[in-house]
């Protein structure tokens, strides 16, 4: 059997039955900017309410945390970037598509805005910010995410990174008042999680088996063949290193690396005209 064809099957049985269940739940926890991302979307869900609008879903990742707190769950997508990086994919569809400038809504007409790994990926990000801060009601909130230190992805629509002092000032800049902003992991989550996606990556080539798993759904879809002889090292050390990363971040926090930041942000009533 080839190596492609091993993969491919290997893909098939990871993607369906216990097996792959316990596959996903093992890679889930591994992912460790995946889990970091889940676990704090999951604290935050409980918070949002009414009409949400998720601004560069992609493939919905995260509808199923928000959609039991919400009337609606509505998803927009720049039509450009997404027919070019998730065209192949199977998962969610966007709701609305635009032109990547002016949101297709009426002002405040949300309650809720959810944004996550959007806005390094445009190059009008402080019009992005505030085109989201338009459509949200006044007192709504914005859930967004962006990261801080993330390998080069969705090429060549990959143009900046984040410090939560830029994410503060676009936000001011968008007439938003930021309640918190909290980092997803410190260094050696950071440490880790770059070992993991080299060794997943450049080594075992395991992209098509995790597609298959519902992962890297927002990349270009992968047919190269998994190195499956790796295997047998390649996966005990990627759980050792998520093990060893999450044990030091515990006990040597350092608050100056992460992947990124999850912020909240309201949208204070206008001035009542005169
Ligand atoms: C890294 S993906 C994240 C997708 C999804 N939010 C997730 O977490 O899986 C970035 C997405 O942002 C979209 N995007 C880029 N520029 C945008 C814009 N100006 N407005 C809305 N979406 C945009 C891309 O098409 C892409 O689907």
Redesign the pocket.
């Known amino acids: 059997m080839s190596d492609f064809s091993l993969g491919t099957a290997l893909s098939k049985t990871l993607s369906s039955g216990p097996a792959g269940k316990m596959a996903r739940r093992l890679s889930d926890w591994v992912d460790l900017e995946g889990s970091w991302l889940t676990k704090m979307l999951t604290d935050l869900a409980p918070r949002a309410h009414g009409r949400l609008l998720d601004?560069?879903?992609?493939?919905k990742?995260?509808e199923h945390i928000f959609r039991p707190h919400v009337d609606a769950y509505l998803g927009?997508?720049?039509a450009d970037?997404?027919q070019r990086?998730?065209s192949s994919s199977k998962g969610g569809k966007p709701d609305f598509v635009y032109d990547?400038k002016t949101l297709p809504f009426e002002s405040k007409s949300f309650d809720t805005v959810l944004s996550?790994?959007?806005l390094e990926?445009?190059p009008a990000p402080a019009e992005?910010v505030r085109e989201m801060s338009r459509v949200m009601k006044d007192d709504g909130l914005m859930i967004l995410s962006a990261p801080f230190s993330f390998r080069l992805?969705?090429e060549p629509?990959d143009f900046y990174r984040y410090s939560p002092h830029a994410l503060r000032l676009l936000c001011r800049q968008a007439d938003l008042e930021v309640t918190q902003m909290d980092p997803r992991g410190g260094l050696f989550t950071v440490i880790g999680h770059k070992l993991n996606s080299y060794l997943a990556l450049n080594v075992a080539h395991i992209d098509a088996v995790a597609q298959a798993m519902g992962k890297l759904?927002?990349e270009k879809n992968s047919d190269r063949g998994v190195r499956w002889w790796t295997l047998p090292w390649v996966a005990p050390s990627m759980v050792t290193i998520a093990f060893g990363a999450r044990a030091l971040d515990r006990v040597l926090p350092d608050p100056t690396e992460t992947l990124g930041f999850v912020l909240v942000a309201r949208r204070p009533p206008s001035p009542k005209a005169l």
Do not use: R
């Not at 601004?55 to 493939?59: A, T």
């Open positions: 601004v560069g879903c992609g493939q990742p995260y927009v997508e720049f970037t997404f990086t998730n990547g996550i790994q959007v990926h445009t992005l992805h969705e629509d759904g927002h």
